[in-house]
């Protein structure tokens, strides 16, 4: 079974600009969530969707938004970029069951500049 | 305010040994908890999970110990080899209600097995 796979795995961009981050989940996981991870703050909880619905916001600005597709498959945007917006951002699927562990794809590192 | 504690930020052992990491909770509502292992430029690979139910979970060399009352669990790991070294995550979330399916981590163990 093919994990989560996230598109791009780098990308570097200018101050100001918006970035589209994609992940594809695993088959049959309809859960999808997006964290981020910067050495100072480690791993933090974006948002999480399920059945394209948002269920979940973690304590980012509004910048920070995503969407999820019929087919499970989920995309983030941010815009306007700061450089503090550099950072590694994982996806992460899981069947939507109590107990069910995320499983994370390999990110896309994001470097503002 | 860190609501999940791991207090070593490294930790070193020898090649056969018992290695044991460990992480604080402080939130009681959390009852689902997790190991997860990261390489450098990869995501994290789950480990082994528990839920509140259970004081203890084993798979294969991986064995996780939680105590409720504590609000603490542990993880070890019988017995260490090299490619076990790596960072390890303690994550939590609540089973039901506001922020189930949303993770809450630790900062992370860099578990380093000397050969």
């Known amino acids: 079974k093919a994990g989560v796979t996230q598109t791009p795995r780098y990308l570097i961009k200018t101050r100001g600009q918006q970035v589209t981050l994609s992940c594809s989940p695993i088959?049959?996981?309809?859960?999808v969530s997006w964290y981020q991870q910067t050495p100072g703050q480690g791993l933090q909880f974006l948002f999480e969707?399920?059945?394209?619905?948002?269920?979940n916001k973690g304590n980012f600005p509004g910048r920070f938004s995503g969407r999820q597709f019929s087919n499970s498959r989920s995309e983030m945007n941010v815009s306007t970029l700061e450089l503090g917006d550099s950072a590694l951002y994982l996806c992460?699927?899981?069947?939507?069951?109590?107990?069910?562990?995320?499983?994370f794809g390999n990110g896309t590192r994001l470097t503002v500049t | 305010d860190q609501q999940v504690k791991q207090n070593s930020p490294s930790l070193s052992v020898q090649e056969g040994r018992i290695s044991i990491l460990n992480c604080d909770y402080t939130?009681?509502?959390?009852?689902?908890f997790l190991w997860y292992k990261k390489y450098p430029a990869e995501g994290p690979t789950f480990l082994i999970s528990?839920?509140?139910?259970?004081d203890k979970n084993e798979d294969g060399r991986f064995t996780v110990f939680l105590n409720k009352s504590a609000k603490h669990l542990s993880l070890h790991i019988v017995p260490s080899q090299p490619g076990d070294s790596a960072v390890y995550f303690c994550?939590?979330?609540?089973?039901?209600?506001?922020?189930?399916?949303?993770?809450?981590f630790g900062k992370g163990t860099k578990l380093s097995v000397i050969p």
């Open positions: 528990i839920s509140s139910i259970k």
């Open positions: 969707y399920f059945s394209e619905t948002q269920r």
């Open positions: 992460a699927s899981s069947l939507d069951r109590a107990s069910s562990p995320l499983h």
């Open positions: 994550a939590t979330y609540p089973l039901s209600g506001a922020g189930s399916y949303q993770l809450t």
């Open positions: 088959s049959g996981h309809r859960s």
């Open positions: 939130n009681s509502m959390f009852d689902y």
